[in-house]
Nanobody
Framework: VQLVESGGGLVQAGGSLRLSCAAS????????MGWFRQAPGKEREFVAA????????YYGDSVKGRFTISKDNGKKTLYLQMNSLKPEDTAVYYC???????????????????WGQGTQVTVSS
């Protein structure tokens, strides 16, 4: 499984960005995909996830109401629409995937199997 993120950049507070993660997978059965972020000196933090076939979505508390996770089935691409960005959203954002993850483990970065290389998001005040 290969995950390739894109879409990061520099934006002012209050602005928006959309991240993309193109996944090379042979099946979407039992596939879960998600986004995590990591700021310097901090632990990797859960942002959002979805169960690919069922479409159920999950969000971290700090982004609820501002970020939206979505997917394109044909392109096998995951998206993260980020609105009302704050300086504290500044981090490297990582795409993750798993076929074996159980629901209760979704927020735990250690439970995910596959990772992208990360894309930097910087929000200026």
């Amino acid at each position: 499984v290969q995950l390739v993120e894109s879409g990061g950049g520099l934006v002012q507070a209050g602005g928006s960005l959309r991240l993309s993660c193109a996944a090379s997978v042979h099946t979407v059965n039992n596939l879960k995909m998600g986004w995590f972020r990591q700021a310097p000196g901090k632990e990797r933090e859960f942002v959002a996830a979805l169960r690919w076939s069922a479409g159920y979505t999950y969000y971290g508390d700090s982004v609820k109401g501002r970020f939206t996770i979505s997917k394109d089935n044909g392109k096998k691409t995951l998206y993260l629409q980020m609105n009302s960005l704050k300086p504290e959203d500044t981090a490297v954002y990582y795409c993750a995937a798993s076929f074996t993850l159980i629901q209760s483990s979704i927020p735990s970065y250690r439970a995910w199997t596959y990772w992208g290389q990360g894309t930097q998001v910087t929000v200026s005040s």
